[in-house]
């Protein structure tokens, strides 16, 4: 069992997701995704959203949720060192969130790695910020989709 984590910067109580958010997580995701993945071929966005909340967000290891005051302020799901989401209410874009999941992650399972869309170069530029780089890339997401990725990893 996990115990809930203050990021020492602050404000964001990071504890571990249980099924009953996933709902309001996918809510989350799909405002995340519309300010930044203006990319996505008409469809997708209905198509992938649809699957958040009952096959993507159980589908992974760990899901940890960072909140402020109760309310979600971003989310990350990883198996291990492998993060496979990591997505943050528009509104706090810039605000650390994102950054205080990812050492949450780095802090239990070491030297992270990812993929990132191609095509979105505002997370590109912010994992790079956060200490990642590229390894290689795939032209295609894991779905077979037209997307392609980056992949990424922590350099320690």
């Known amino acids: 069992m996990s115990t809930p984590f203050r990021a020492a910067e602050a404000r964001w109580f990071i504890r571990r997701a249980c099924a009953g958010d996933f709902p309001t997580l996918a809510g989350l995701w799909r405002r995340s995704v519309e300010a930044t993945h203006d990319f996505l071929l008409p469809g997708d966005l209905e198509r992938i959203g649809a699957e958040v909340a009952t096959v993507y967000l159980p589908g992974v290891g760990e899901v940890w949720l960072a909140e402020e005051g109760g309310r979600p302020a971003g989310f990350l799901g990883c198996d291990g060192p492998h ?5 943050v209410e528009p509104e706090l874009f810039g605000r650390g969130v994102g950054g ?13 790695h990812l993929e990132v869309n191609e095509q979105n170069a505002r997370a ?8 990642f ?5 795939s032209a295609l997401d894991s779905a077979g989709r037209p997307y392609p990725l980056l992949h990424l990893a922590w350099r320690a």
């Open 83 to 87: 993060v496979e989401m990591l997505f």
């Open 100 to 112: 205080a999941l990812l050492r949450h992650a780095r802090n239990r399972h070491g030297a992270l």
């Open 124 to 131: 590109l530029a912010f994992y790079q910020r956060q200490g």
């Open 133 to 137: 780089v590229i390894t290689g890339r």
